[in-house]
């Protein structure tokens, strides 16, 4: 790939991107964000693109699905910030 050409990324990669652009900058500080907190945002979008949250109705009421991969890299995200 030349220098000058821009690779395209999936909408999912996209995602994940964006996430991180969101946190990496912390604006209370004025400071780069801690890359704790740059490597939670990126799995917890991860996470939304691989396992999206999925609801289930019985009788009228609305569930969340729960799913082990989802709730691993979210737990992971929890653990660093």
């Keep these: 790939m030349e220098m000058n050409q821009v690779k395209k990324l999936s909408p999912s990669a996209l995602a994940v991107e964006t996430a991180v652009k969101e946190v990496s900058w912390d604006w209370g ?46 737990a992971i995200a929890a653990e660093l910030g």
């Design 29 to 74: 500080n004025m400071d780069q964000a801690s890359p704790n907190v740059i490597a939670a945002a990126a799995l917890r979008a991860a996470a939304d693109q691989v396992e999206p949250i999925e609801y289930e109705v019985i009788d009228n009421l609305q569930y969340e699905v729960r799913s082990p991969v989802r709730d691993a890299l979210l």
